[in-house]
């Protein structure tokens, strides 16, 4: 290897290359980069003459690779992630002084469930460091790690990227939640007669507690589907309705002392949560220190009892 190559590169240059080859888009570029339109305009005819190629054609308002582009970005975004990762060794980092922005993506049940405790923590550990929380799910949290939108999330994960790590935190326990008190939990046939509220990010009336029941051939009837479940204690007051929702987060809403959770009346698969990042922070002095509070306020601890409730 000819390491005399690098003095023609300039870093600066790599980095508007990767964020072209994830945006595809010279305005986004520049928004996410903080610069110009004219100064990604001016680094991308200097790559296009680093490495003697057009890198991107324009096809309406993308910026397509070409084939020596798709190459080059194998080699370069591992390297990139080496170079961040020597570089954050030449400093330290001290929670109670910083001032630093971390951007965490979390999905909604985690964080009306797991997030509030965290942050009272935080609060006094960190008093003048900024969270930036962003929804994710396990079909987005690609695209914003990749893109660099968060640096760590925190939800069930599926497809991740090969430079991801990966932590499990804590194995899902589904309950049901209820506003109307009883002194015995629902039976299976209850449960499948109650009118239910899904929670859906994309607006689906069926969900896992379908799928599980279709393979014990019953049914339950979903009469609304809701995006959030910050709303489920409002719709459910007053209501024979139920939701089935993750045992951290029924039991954050039955606390209020409105609702009820209590366990499905059927057995479940076991469902995951965890922790993701990309290798080019894992040795971040700030992000580790960001890691170990979310593990500790967010991975498997002694559960509450399940609070049943009596007339």
Not at 41 to 47: G, H, K, V
Not at 130 to 159: C, M, N
Not at 208 to 237: C, M, N, T
């Amino acid at each position: 290897m000819n390491r005399n190559e690098l003095r023609k590169a300039d870093i600066n240059l790599m980095v508007v290359f990767e964020t072209l080859m994830l945006e595809r888009n010279v305005t986004r570029v520049a928004e996410k980069l903080f610069l110009g339109q004219p100064t990604i305009s001016s680094a991308l005819n200097r790559l296009r003459t680093l490495f003697n190629d057009p890198l991107f054609i324009r096809v309406g308002h993308r910026m397509e690779p070409t084939a020596r582009a798709e190459e080059i970005i194998k080699h370069l975004s591992p390297a990139l992630d080496s170079l961040s990762s020597a570089l954050s060794l030449t400093h330290d980092f001290d929670p109670s002084i910083s001032t630093m922005t971390f951007r965490i993506g979390l999905s909604d049940d985690v964080e009306f469930g797991l997030l509030p405790p965290l942050l009272r923590a935080l609060r006094q550990e960190a008093p003048l460091v900024v969270f930036v929380v962003q929804h994710v799910d396990y079909w987005r949290i690609p695209d914003l790690l990749a893109s660099g939108d968060i640096t760590v999330g925190i939800t069930q994960t599926r497809g991740l990227p090969a430079n991801a790590k990966r932590k499990l935190l804590r194995h899902i326990r589904p309950c049901l939640l209820r506003a109307d008190a009883s002194d015995k939990p629902l039976t299976l046939d209850e449960y499948c007669a109650r009118p239910h509220v899904l929670v859906s990010h994309t607006a689906n009336v069926s969900g896992f507690a379908d799928e599980w029941l279709a393979e014990i051939g019953r049914k339950r009837h979903v009469v609304l589907s809701v995006p959030q479940y910050s709303a489920l204690p409002a719709l459910l007051a007053g209501t024979d309705m139920i939701a089935s929702l993750p045992d951290y987060t029924a039991q954050a809403m039955a606390a209020g002392g409105n609702l009820f959770c209590e366990p499905f009346p059927f057995e479940t698969p076991t469902l995951d949560l965890s922790m993701v990042w990309l290798s080019h922070v894992d040795t971040d002095p700030a992000e580790r220190w960001m890691r170990s509070r979310l593990e500790a306020f967010m991975s498997e601890r002694d559960l509450l009892p399940v609070r049943v409730p009596k007339s």
